[in-house]
């Protein structure tokens, strides 16, 4: 079984809307972490946001912020105002307590202008 | 220069020979990790290390080896390359294993 799954493998959302993208992960283990990351057409991997397990509220970066459901096991990444400059490969990724980290298969999201 | 680098960036080799890649991080990270990329698959990782002389296996650890005896390199091994190989290979290193993984900018690599 997956431990990370992103169902939708493309989106495309007009510029200076709000994107949410999808992550649900499969876990029993109490203490784990949460990672979203993008990669642009360039191939470098940039993280852009972490949430524990433990955390009580929601992480933000920025535009970034993810929509932490423990209950639900989804861990979903909303981007505030899209830019043309957030078109990209976007990966969630798990680590759990024995330190491995496992990512999902990515969303390609596309922003239209 | 600081930050995270890999060598060579591409790389083409035949089936049967023996790949070394390359992975220096300069921030003194104490865990560093590997990772191929290929479509459909995303990112599955290799090996990982928590500090130098420890090291252990991900989730695709086959065929590959690796070694950790300075902090700051991490290189990947190869032994016997098979074209189920090919692939983006990824290094990233973190501070600790919940902060930020920083990524080098891969290296691609062709088995023929």
């Known amino acids: 079984a997956q431990k990370i799954t992103q169902t939708q493998p493309g989106m495309f959302v007009q510029e200076k809307e709000a994107v949410t993208l999808d992550c649900t992960y499969d876990?029993?283990?109490?203490?784990?972490?949460l990672f979203w990351y993008k990669q642009p057409s360039s191939g470098e991997m940039i993280f852009l946001i972490y949430?524990?397990?433990?955390?009580?509220q929601n992480a933000t970066e920025g535009r970034y912020s993810l929509n932490f459901q423990k209950a639900r096991k989804s861990a979903n990444l909303v981007i505030s105002a899209s830019q043309l400059g957030d078109s990209a490969m976007y990966f969630c990724a798990m680590r759990e307590s024995d330190d491995k980290i496992i990512f999902g298969k990515g969303t390609r999201l596309h922003i239209l202008p | 220069d600081a930050g995270i680098t890999q060598s060579p960036r591409y790389k083409i080799t035949e089936t049967g020979r023996q790949v070394t890649l390359m992975c220096h991080q300069t921030?003194?990270?104490?865990?560093m990790f590997w990772y191929r990329q290929d479509l459909g698959h995303g990112l599955r990782l290799i090996y990982y290390s928590a500090a130098a002389d420890i090291t252990d296996k991900g989730e695709v650890p086959d065929g590959y080896v690796v070694s950790r005896s300075k902090t700051e390199n991490f290189p990947l091994t190869l032994e016997s390359a098979t074209r189920s190989q090919t692939s983006v290979y990824f290094c990233?290193?973190?501070?600790?294993?919940?902060?930020?993984?920083?990524f080098g900018p891969g290296t691609r690599l062709t088995v023929l």
């Open positions: 949430q524990g397990s433990y955390d009580q």
């Open positions: 876990t029993s283990d109490p203490s784990y972490g």
């Open positions: 990233a290193s973190s501070e600790f294993i919940s902060l930020t993984q920083y």
């Open positions: 921030w003194s990270h104490s865990y």
